[in-house]
């Protein structure tokens, strides 16, 4: 069994786009919905040109189980065309190396767009992150600022406190 370890950032400005070194194109749907007395997501994932199904218990915060398995490319396209609740999630990933570790930055689009959240990995959740200049406000136990729940209530609806 996997464990996810990362933690999530907004960002306070663009200043990191100076040393993205990758960027990755991704649309990603779910087949479960959020309410009800689900225990687990199930996500279907296409990076670039891979696809991948994703299982992750719903724990907010720190870590959580993660289970992920390569799929055939069409049957991830068909599974977000067919399968997935809620709209598609599209961003645009881009890696940055800072410190001991590599950033994720997502630039959401479509009903997300306007939103830009960073991650960081761990090895453990007691780990000592080196935080750049521009990371700004930790929202790793806010729920709204995981995908899962983009996908049900996305950026576009939230009011202006909300996305403060």
């Known amino acids: 069994m996997a464990r996810e370890i990362e933690r999530k950032f907004l960002l306070t400005d663009d200043s990191w786009k100076a040393a993205a070194y990758q960027q990755t194109d991704f649309a990603q749907g779910y087949l479960t919905p959020l309410q009800g ?3 687990s997501s199930v996500r279907v994932r296409i990076e670039g040109s891979v696809a991948n199904i ?5 724990e907010i915060g720190l870590s959580r189980d993660e289970y ?9 396209e068909k599974m977000l065309t067919t ?6 999630i599209k961003k645009t990933r881009y890696l940055v190396k800072h410190g001991e570790h590599i950033w994720e930055i997502d630039e959401f689009f479509g009903d997300n767009a306007g939103l830009v ?4 990995e761990m090895r453990a959740e007691n780990e000592t ?4 200049n521009w990371v700004g406000r930790e929202v ?3 729920a709204r600022y995981y995908n899962i729940s983009l996908s049900e209530y996305p950026f576009k609806d939230w009011s202006e406190d909300e996305k403060k």
């Open 37 to 39: 007395a689900a225990k």
């Open 54 to 58: 994703n299982i992750k218990s719903l």
């Open 68 to 76: 992920e398995y390569a799929i055939p490319l069409a049957d991830g």
């Open 83 to 88: 399968l997935a609740v809620g709209p598609v």
């Open 117 to 120: 959240v960073a991650e960081v």
């Open 129 to 132: 992150v080196l935080l750049p």
């Open 140 to 142: 790793t136990h806010e």
